[in-house]
Nanobody, 116 residues
Framework: QVQLGESGGGLVQPGGSLRLSCAAS????????MGWYRQAPGKQREMVAT???????NYADSVKGRFTISRDTAKNTVFLQMHSLKPEDTAVYYC??????????WGQGTQVTVSS
């Protein structure tokens, strides 16, 4: 079971930026897909952005053009760069990693609050 540790959340004003980091205890290229999900109070967890082992990315429509997922394979870390943040981006953001044949792995989450 891999350990995932998120960091970088916090309070930011609308229009601001944050960068989230997800440090994995294992080799991230061994995962078929990694990504960021978020869950706002009273809502279901939703996909924000994913990146495959080959580097292909996918984004939720609500964040396209504002968020960028990337990775540093040498540091086994996945990032989520967020720009032009909106109040509706407020949520707990979770890192996720999946390898075929294994259980999904989730981090503990990091709170992002967008408010003036």
């Amino acid at each position: 079971q891999v350990q995932l540790g998120e960091s970088g959340g916090g309070l930011v004003q609308p229009g601001g930026s944050l960068r989230l980091s997800c440090a994995a205890s294992g080799n991230i290229v061994s995962f078929n897909i990694m990504g960021w999900y978020r869950q706002a109070p009273g809502k279901q967890r939703e996909m924000v952005a994913t990146i495959t082992s080959s580097g292909n990315t996918n984004y939720a429509d609500s964040v396209k053009g504002r968020f960028t997922i990337s990775r540093d394979t040498a540091k086994n870390t996945v990032f989520l760069q967020m720009h032009s943040l909106k109040p509706e981006d407020t949520a707990v953001y979770y890192c996720h990693a999946y390898r075929v044949g294994y259980n999904s792995n989730w981090g503990q989450g990091t709170q992002v609050t967008v408010s003036s």
